[in-house]
């Protein structure tokens, strides 16, 4: 059972974490370094992450200074920010990529409220897939009479009050998100 309960938590875990690396890449209107993460560059041949290739700051709320140690980059870490439609147009001067911040709109903050929430939906149903998945192994094994009717029982509602912690965590993830981008 250890080991059903084990394994159920730790897809659980990789579902939450999945869902707050996908909030981390939402734009709130704030300068957040994490919305290049996902940005590589080819770099003599080799995809790179531009983290790897920049000193990467941010000098006030809304404005990330991308600052390349090899200049001879510049031109193709501004092509791949362009290309990564992260919704910001590049500045180039040369020596650096300024990435301006614009302040969102209040369609725009409900926009980004409807992703959020069907991220946190998604999210919720792959919990309970998870559940399910579990219960099935449980249900299986007591088919199967490796396990009594009243291990079985304690084990589904072992299941059912992870479950319940996890889609609590969302909810409270999810809020916390919200109430971050529709501040002003």
């Not at 909030?23 to 983290?51: E, F, V």
């Not at 919704?87 to 301006?100: A, F, H, K």
Request: glycine content about 2%; aromatic content about 4%.
């Amino acid at each position: 059972m250890e080991n059903i309960k084990d394994n159920t938590k730790e897809k659980m875990q990789k579902s939450f974490d999945a869902m707050l690396h996908q909030y981390s890449k939402i734009r709130t209107g704030r300068a957040s370094a994490s919305i290049l993460d996902d940005i590589k560059i080819n770099y003599y041949g080799l995809p790179t992450p531009i983290k790897q290739l920049c000193n990467i700051s941010i000098p006030e709320a809304r404005m990330i200074v991308v600052q390349p140690w090899d200049k001879t980059t510049l031109a193709d870490i501004e092509k791949a920010i362009l290309a990564a439609n992260i919704g910001i147009t590049p500045e180039n001067d040369g020596n650096v990529i300024r990435l301006p911040f614009q302040p969102l709109t209040e369609e725009k903050r409900r926009d980004i409220v409807k992703n959020i929430k069907k991220i946190s939906e998604d999210t919720r149903v792959a919990i309970r897939n998870i559940r399910r998945d579990a219960n099935d192994i449980v249900k299986k094994e007591k088919k199967d009479s490796e396990i009594s009717e009243d291990d079985e029982k304690k084990q589904l509602k072992e299941l059912q009050d992870l479950t319940d912690d996890w889609i609590k965590k969302i909810d409270e993830a999810e809020k916390a998100k919200e109430k971050e981008i529709m501040e002003v």
